[in-house]
């Protein structure tokens, strides 16, 4: 089983920062990327951004020069520091991992639960 945590959501002002975590853990082999999608109400969920295993990254064009995405791969971990908020940023906010679970296997998707991020005016 493979499973990722997310911390770091809350309440912030407009202008505020946040920074998001994501830790996986579990029966993992190898991640081939770790990223972030938002998804707010009455909203499809979305593309934040991207990191892949060799650091290359990508970013919503929304979010581009706000947001930075990086990782720590002794612990799995990705973060996304989230710089001049707007409410227009207001979501919850899921950790996305594309990881194999063994040699045998071949990639898949596995997500967090979801974490709160809302932006006042």
Known sequence: QVQLVESGGGLVQAGGSLRLSCAASGRIFSINAMGWYRQAPGMQRELVAVITSGGSTNYADSVKGRFTISRDTAKNT???????????????????????????????????????V???S
């Not at 996304?80 to 207001?90: A, G, I, R, V």
């Not at 594309?98 to 709160?116: A, E, K, N, V």
């Open 118 to 120: 809302t932006v006042s």
């Open 78 to 116: 990705v973060y996304l520091q989230m710089n001049s908020l707007k409410p227009e940023d207001t979501a919850v906010y899921y950790c996305n991992a594309h990881l194999r679970i063994s040699f045998y296997t071949s990639s898949d998707d596995y997500w967090g639960q979801g974490t709160q």
